[in-house]
Nanobody
Framework: EVQLVESGGGLVQPGGSLRLSCAAS????????MSWVRQAPGEDPDWISA????????FYDNSVKGRFAISRDNAKNTLFLQMNSLKPDDTAVYYCVRGWDPFGSRGQGTQVTVAS
């Protein structure tokens, strides 16, 4: 059974930073591409970043490019998202997913709120 547990969210002021983590189990994490998606209230989830299984090749949506950095530790089955220069528009619940599908299996998510 795929299990994904996100953590690290919180309330931060505009311009601030947060680092999200996603602990994965129940599948071959080291062989899987992984993504971060986010969902604002009343909206569909949006894909924002992905990383290939090897951890070298990374992809970003234009909305976060240059501000967010995805990484992974395959030895610890953990995915990360470093978020810098946060904006109010970044407010959402953030999820990690296996693969690329924003509607794929995900955990409970972690709330990120950017507000002054």
């Amino acid at each position: 059974e795929v299990q994904l547990v996100e953590s690290g969210g919180g309330l931060v002021q505009p311009g601030g930073s947060l680092r999200l983590s996603c602990a994965a189990s129940g599948f071959s994490f080291g062989s899987s591409d992984m993504s971060w998606v986010r969902q604002a209230p009343g909206e569909d989830p949006d894909w924002i970043s992905a990383i290939r299984s090897g951890g070298v090749v990374k992809f970003y949506d234009n909305s976060v490019k240059g501000r967010f950095a995805i990484s992974r530790d395959n030895a610890k089955n953990t995915l990360f998202l470093q978020m810098n220069s946060l904006k109010p528009d970044d407010t959402a619940v953030y999820y990690c997913v296996r693969g690329w599908d924003p509607f794929g299996s995900r955990g409970q998510g972690t709330q990120v709120t950017v507000a002054s």
